[in-house]
């Protein structure tokens, strides 16, 4: 279902503005478990280049390659993000042509391993340097502020989505699951394993990952979503009404937090984190 992102219907541009931002403790977090060096990295499933691009302008890398099976994803990055260090190329995890053997430091993937094939990870194995990363991670759920009075409710409302929506792909199952059943390596190439979560299922004193929204955005948030992309799709005369489930679901919300089209409200995500190092017995 990763060629949703490429289909003619869906628009890169949504997806660009309402994508969240990952936050400065995710690159951070990876950097301190990083030890290899900082001259290659590669962002595989790039999109418009969210990650890319944070990683060459905070000067974490000196060269960041973004690579995504959608040739309007990178069309847009390239026109976008012109910025030194930065090349985007059209391409898949598992045949990273081009790319030498042996000379990356950090492959990177924010919230795109879900669509790789397990063959990837030979892949990875051929690319990386000995010591060099492997960080994945993924966002899920739509959370509320958990200090809201009506946390719980508005908890379950948002989620409900998913559910109403079908149209889940074994990908977006992966997804949904916090990359808890992600194809692993089995060969000894990886070493070092650590995974961090924060706020699972929305819980916390705070979510790390949250932006102030209207519904307004809210709803286009949802709507780059690939399950609700998909449903929109197919239902184009529901799109809007209450037969939508996403419009259902942005009832709910104003009913539980009386709120109105204009109110802004503290929605956040889950993310998780995993964390591999290159063995150096190549």
Not at 72 to 87: D, P, R, T, W
Not at 122 to 138: C, H, Q, S, W, Y
Not at 150 to 162: G, I, N, P, Y
Not at 177 to 206: A, C, H
Request: proline residues 5%; glycine residues 8%; aromatic residues 10%.
């Amino acid at each position: 279902m990763a060629t949703t992102f490429s289909a003619e219907t869906y628009s890169v541009n949504l997806y660009d503005i309402y994508r969240p931002r990952y936050p400065i403790k995710l690159y951070d977090t990876i950097m301190e478990y990083h030890r290899g060096g900082k001259e290659l990295a590669v962002d595989l499933g790039c999109g418009t280049g969210i990650v890319s691009g944070e990683l060459v302008r905070s000067d974490r890398f000196d060269k960041v390659i973004g690579v995504d099976p959608s040739k309007m994803m990178i069309e847009h990055a390239q026109k976008y993000l012109q910025v030194s260090g930065l090349e985007f190329r059209v391409g898949r995890a598992e045949a990273l042509d081009g790319v030498e053997a042996a000379s990356v430091d950090m492959l990177i993937a924010g919230t795109a391993a879900h669509w790789f094939p397990p063959s990837w990870w030979n892949e990875a194995a051929r690319v990386l340097k000995p010591d060099g990363t492997i960080a994945i991670f993924i966002y899920g759920g739509m959370w509320p502020d958990p200090h809201h009075p009506q946390a719980d409710e508005l908890r379950a409302t948002m989620f409900s989505f998913v559910t109403e929506l079908g149209h889940s792909s074994t990908g977006n199952v992966v997804c949904h699951n916090m990359y808890d059943e992600l194809p692993m390596p089995t060969k000894s190439d990886f070493i070092d394993f650590q995974r961090v979560d924060w706020n699972r299922n929305g819980t916390g004193d705070s979510l790390l990952m949250s932006d102030k929204m209207t519904l307004a955005a809210w709803r286009k948030r949802v709507h780059t979503f690939g399950p609700a992309h998909r449903w929109r799709v197919d239902n184009p005369t529901k799109c809007g009404t209450l037969e939508d489930p996403v419009e259902r679901v942005a009832e709910k919300i104003k009913q539980i937090a009386s709120l109105d089209e204009s109110t802004e409200f503290v929605c956040g995500h889950s993310l998780s984190l995993i964390l591999l190092r290159r063995s150096r017995n190549l």
